[in-house]
């Protein structure tokens, strides 16, 4: 499946800002499933200096620097993507063979993924939700799908009910929030048991094909779940906010621990006082592909 994605972030100051310094995923990462055909990013001011390079998790980022008094700021990052996630295996090991695994040589780059990061942390309420799925000797994909599942059963989708910066631990306690907030429960209960996992960053299909539900969260950027299934069949993504598995409606912008890894905008600024941000995305079947 081909799609076209517009993301654009505008930032407006109370008051001049100076100096500024951003960090930028916004730009699809190459991989077996997905391929780029084109893209192109934009910023107003234009950076005086701009370095693309890729994080420690691969991603491909961007640097801007901003040397001159500005009002606002936006960036506009166009892309047109090819997506073909390969179907998950049908017979997988059980979850305790992949724990296992995790501690192992053979996890190699997946082992850092089992391990607590700042906004993922191994939560016991989390862990304790996810036993109910991981019962002793279950198949480890049937585990994810049915813990996948119970999430978007079990929680609500509730917009300004969260922050970004909301913990796990609350969000189990109000089973409310947003595709973050599912996301960082999912990669916590999973960490809390020793199943690799990562968060992952990018966007979810519009508009449906017909007769097919609206998707959850698809208003800006969206992010979903990598759960490592073993040396064997590796990876596999699931996206909790829609109970699914991730097939060919998903657009990959990057992973990483949580959404401190891969926030799609983040930097320092001197000057500008307080600020609105407005983002506006939009993800559509390339038509002429």
Not at 36 to 65: M, Q
Not at 254 to 278: E, N, T
Request: negative net charge; hydrophobic residues 40%.
């Amino acid at each position: 499946m081909k799609y076209r994605v517009t993301h654009v972030s505008r930032y407006e100051y109370g008051s001049s800002v100076d100096l500024a310094a951003h960090m930028l995923h916004l730009r699809p990462r190459t991989l077996p499933w997905q391929r780029i055909v084109s893209e192109r990013l934009v910023a107003e001011p234009d950076g005086a200096r701009r370095r693309d390079a890729e994080d420690h998790f691969g991603n491909v980022v961007t640097w801007l620097f901003l040397d001159r008094p500005h009002a606002d700021f936006s960036v506009t990052a166009e892309s047109v993507v090819e997506v073909s996630y390969p179907p998950p295996p049908d017979k997988t090991a059980p979850w305790e063979a992949i724990v296992e695994a995790a501690r192992g040589v053979e996890a190699g780059r997946a082992a850092e993924y089992r391990f607590d990061s700042p906004m993922a942390p191994a939560v016991v309420e989390a862990a304790d939700f996810a036993r109910t799925s991981f019962t002793p000797g279950r198949p480890v994909l049937d585990a994810l799908i049915d813990l996948n599942r119970r999430i978007y059963r079990e929680f609500r989708f509730h917009s300004g009910a969260t922050t970004i910066s909301t913990p796990v631990v609350q969000v189990m306690k109000r089973r409310e929030g947003v595709c973050q907030d599912f996301s960082h429960v999912m990669v916590s209960a999973l960490r809390g048991l020793g199943v690799p996992a990562r968060y992952n960053s990018g966007y979810i299909r519009t508009r449906p094909p017909p007769g097919q539900p609206r998707r959850q969260g698809a208003d800006q950027s969206h992010a979903w779940v990598g759960a490592w299934l073993g040396p064997e069949h590796e990876w596999v993504d699931l996206d909790p906010t829609n109970g699914i598995v991730v097939h060919d409606e998903h657009v990959l912008l990057g992973w990483g621990r949580d959404y401190g890894d891969v926030s799609p905008v983040q930097g320092v600024i001197l000057g500008g006082g307080a600020h609105h941000l407005k983002v506006n995305v939009d993800l559509e079947p390339d038509e002429a592909g």
